[in-house]
């Protein structure tokens, strides 16, 4: 076993507690992923892994690829993110693309500033699911690379192709995308829509909606028919019923 590491003066613990903040991650193009599913399941999705870091009572099948550091147990629990560790993270390199070719896809999903962590985390999961072919995130989005965003996408981060500026959004609209922006005064339902063209899916913000300079652009606004008595859906909610309905008329 490696030298088993006991002061928070580690420059690698140091570095690794500073990852948590976005402009550092932003600055040497990491993050960190943590528990056996994402640190294993980014291994075999060749995901580019720096290097682990294992608690010295952890008891699981080791990284391979990777430089391998051991903290003790009290260390290690100054480090970690979750409530109930398994004892093993890993610093992995950040994957950001500002430009996509589009030219295959059929329905990209487009956030317009989604700020919650679980929103992010479970749309890019839920899109993973349905077979979306990228999911292009706005300047005014949480960093997808936020610890809480990673671990909500349950490993999906690695699947979908994620793209990042609003420029994206334009090239859809000029290569021939139908934008579809989910709006509560909408007349049009989104189950009217017709899924089996080139559309573009816009999630807006939790609180706000889709920014008016995206729905000017939208060619189609649309609602979630809702016959219960909430007057809203979750944003992540949203999204599902939305990239499902397109799912079930692909498959239909």
């Keep these: 076993m490696s030298e088993v590491i006991k002061s928070t003066q580690n420059s690698i613990f140091k570095h690794i ?3 948590s903040d976005a ?3 932003n600055k040497f193009g990491q993050f960190v992923l943590e528990g056996e599913r994402l640190v294993f399941d980014a291994y075999d999705k ?5 290097f682990a870091v294992l608690s010295e009572d952890y008891t699981g099948k080791a990284l391979q690829c990777a430089k391998t550091y051991v903290f003790d147990k009290k260390l ?3 480090i970690k993110n979750t409530v109930t560790s398994q004892g093993i993270l890993a610093v992995a390199k950040m994957n950001k693309n500002f430009s996509h070719d589009f030219s295959a896809a059929r329905t990209v999903v487009y956030l317009d500033g989604i700020q919650d ?3 992010m985390g ?3 999961r839920t899109c993973d699911a349905a077979g979306v072919d990228a999911v292009v995130v706005s300047e005014g989005c949480v960093d997808v690379y936020n610890p809480k965003v990673v671990r909500s996408t349950m490993s999906s981060i690695f699947s979908v192709d994620v793209v990042f500026g609003k420029s994206n959004l334009e090239q859809l609209k000029n290569e021939g995308f139908s934008l579809i922006g989910t709006h509560l005064s909408a007349k049009k339902s989104i189950f009217d829509i017709d899924f089996l063209k080139k559309c573009v899916i816009i999630i807006g913000n939790e609180a706000n909606g889709i920014s008016n300079e995206v729905l000017d652009i939208c060619d189609e606004k649309v609602v979630i028919p809702m016959v219960g008595k909430c007057e809203s859906l979750n944003a992540a909610v949203s999204c599902s019923v939305c990239v499902y309905e397109a799912l079930r008329q692909r498959l239909g």
């Design 23 to 25: 402009k550092y991650r």
């Design 117 to 119: 962590p679980g929103n």
């Design 76 to 78: 290690f629990s100054q």
């Design 17 to 19: 507690s500073k990852l």
């Design 46 to 50: 060749n995901a580019d892994i720096d």
């Design 122 to 124: 479970t749309i890019i």
